[in-house]
């Protein structure tokens, strides 16, 4: 893992200069200043400080290794390379703060304190700041967790609006699937968006990621559920449709399926393949088939 000396920004290298002479406490606090939401959930925290902050993070030869690189950097010694060897040598590589945060979970007014941030060594008051470049990557999560939760809320009264479901709040935890690992910028943030869906009662997800990122850094337990499902080349492999879908019935005889049906005809598929050829094997499975159409207008398709 790239050291805890190189996940800052470039300027804040430099900031141990800047503090007035006799510095001893730097005390930061971090909010959500408003904006599509008055109220945001906040998660993503624990995460953090268990994966970079937690416990002996500092050792002597990433220190000689940042200082070479800062000194290319910026064209000039100007690394704290004293500061960070004090932390080495006094504090065994551990980092001297102390980070207060409200539950993760919590549902949080806008333009409130999350958590805050000090020092606890006098003679590392330039440490407070150097690490918020990293720590404000819980914008990610919290984001995540917050228009989930407003989702959820949305679902829940259309659901409650239109169902007649003795279930509603078990099963609004599957209304929003999350198959966000293929659109993100790396696993990492697969697995801490994914957990942050997760954390606010939706099950349903597709991101392994998540799964793991959830059991290693919050609970040990299974926190999200798939089903089998077909794509498009598990479809369209088979020389006739019909007969990718019959297999897919053989195969898994009980519980949830998804079929992806608009390889070809997402009408023909549902009326004459689902609707009449493949009517009985349906109605005889022990589960529910769920037809997906994938592509076209939702608002011309899914009336049909």
């Known amino acids: ?5 190189f996940l800052t920004d470039s300027y804040k290298v430099t900031h141990h200069l800047q503090y007035p002479p006799g510095t001893t406490k730097v005390y930061s606090y971090f909010s959500s200043r408003g904006g599509k939401y008055d109220k945001i959930v906040f998660f993503g925290l624990q995460y953090i400080i268990d994966k970079y902050l937690k416990g002996s993070v500092i050792k002597s030869a990433d220190v000689e290794k940042a200082k070479q690189l800062y000194i290319k ?5 100007i690394f704290n390379y004293d500061g960070w060897m004090y932390i080495v040598n006094e504090h065994g590589g551990r980092l001297p703060i102390e980070i207060k945060a409200v539950p993760e979970g919590t549902i949080v007014d806008s333009k409130n304190v999350l958590f805050t941030i000090e020092n606890t060594d006098p003679n590392c008051f330039w440490l407070t700041n150097y690490l918020e470049t990293l720590l404000v990557q819980v914008w990610c999560p919290m984001t995540v967790a917050t228009n989930s939760f407003h989702m959820m809320q949305n679902l829940l009264d259309y659901m409650e609006k239109t169902s ?6 078990e099963d609004v935890a599957y209304k929003l699937h999350d198959f966000g690992c293929r659109g993100v910028s790396s696993m990492e943030t697969a697995g801490i968006a994914g957990a942050a869906h997760l954390a606010v009662g939706f099950k349903g997800t597709d991101t392994i990621p998540a799964l793991l990122t959830v059991r290693k850094h919050y609970v ?3 926190a999200g559920h798939s089903i089998p499902a077909m794509e498009h080349s598990t479809v369209t492999s088979w020389e006739k449709e019909e007969d990718a879908f019959k297999n897919m019935l053989d195969k898994f005889p009980n519980g949830l399926v998804a079929c992806v049906s608009d390889s070809y005809d997402i009408f023909n598929a549902c009326h004459s393949i689902w609707g009449e050829k493949l009517k009985d094997l349906v109605e005889s499975r022990d589960g529910c088939l769920v037809i997906r159409p994938d592509s076209g207008n939702p608002l011309e398709v899914l009336p049909m």
């Not at 893992?1 to 000396?5: I, K, R």
């Not at 007649?164 to 709040?169: C, I, P, R």
């Open 164 to 169: 007649d479901s003795k279930t509603v709040y």
């Open 1 to 5: 893992m790239t050291s805890l000396l």
């Open 220 to 222: 040990d337990w299974m």
């Open 73 to 77: 950097h910026f064209r000039s010694d």
